[in-house]
């Protein structure tokens, strides 16, 4: 069975305090790990694709990586607006199957 | 620019009471799927469809049901609410071959509350 863990499930970060969050995963075959950014009252918003180790994305002040059992996000000088739940989700590399999501990281980062 | 378009938005139903959630999507994508998502619990896929007229079983499927009669649209059913359906529903699309960047388009969620 696919399952995904997101650690830790709540983090407080002061403005410019850099931190990682992490997502480690079980899949028979990886087809593609993403990250979604989750506002309060929004659906998910789409950040990185990794689909294989080694691999790593950068958008603004975060930057994903993928190993083959677990991928980290990675948040540089953090600030107020960065503040969501971050999602990480796992697809198989066996047919057509939906993404298997982890259950989040809440991030808050205080001015 | 809709992209996934759920209505209601908000919903109170009474224990027993049916409804349907509407999903729209105007991106021409293959593949549309029903999650919840509860605190603590993460998303979970309820349905989910391949294509017009074909649904599957997702994750936590009893006590809903979904049906895809156009390709743009994507009905979830509660045909006799319950109290542990109160949630935060959120259909999503994508296309038929996930190849690179997004992949999966979500809407805005529709709250429900049974009492």
């Known amino acids: 069975e696919d399952q995904v863990t997101q650690s830790p499930e709540a983090l407080r970060l002061q403005e410019g305090e850099s931190s990682s969050l992490n997502c480690s995963y079980t899949?028979?075959?990886?087809?593609?790990l993403f990250w979604y950014r989750q506002d309060p009252g929004k659906g998910p918003e789409f950040l990185f694709t990794?689909?294989?180790a080694g691999e790593e994305k950068e958008k603004e002040r975060l930057k994903a990586t993928l190993t083959k059992k677990e991928s980290f996000l990675h948040i540089t000088a953090p600030k107020p607006e960065d503040s969501a739940t971050y999602l990480c989700a796992v697809m198989r590399n066996s047919g057509n199957t939906p993404l298997v999501f982890g259950k989040g990281t809440r991030l808050s980062v205080i001015a | 620019n809709a992209g996934v378009t759920q209505t209601p938005k908000f919903r109170v139903l009474k224990t027993g009471q049916s409804m349907t959630l509407l999903c729209a999507q105007d991106m021409n994508h293959e593949y549309m799927y029903w999650y919840r998502q509860d605190p603590g619990m993460g998303l979970r896929l309820i349905h989910y469809?391949?294509?017009?007229?074909?649904?599957a079983k997702g994750e936590v499927p009893d006590g809903y049901n979904v049906s895809r009669l156009k390709k743009q649209n994507f009905l979830l059913g509660l045909e006799s609410a319950a109290p542990s359906q109160t949630s935060v529903y959120f259909c999503?699309?994508?296309?038929?071959?996930?190849?690179?960047?997004?992949?999966?388009?979500f809407g805005e969620g529709s709250w429900l509350t049974v009492v």
């Open positions: 469809s391949v294509g017009e007229g074909t649904t």
């Open positions: 999503a699309s994508s296309r038929q071959r996930i190849i690179s960047g997004n992949t999966i388009y």
């Open positions: 990794l689909y294989s």
């Open positions: 899949v028979s075959g990886l087809r593609g």
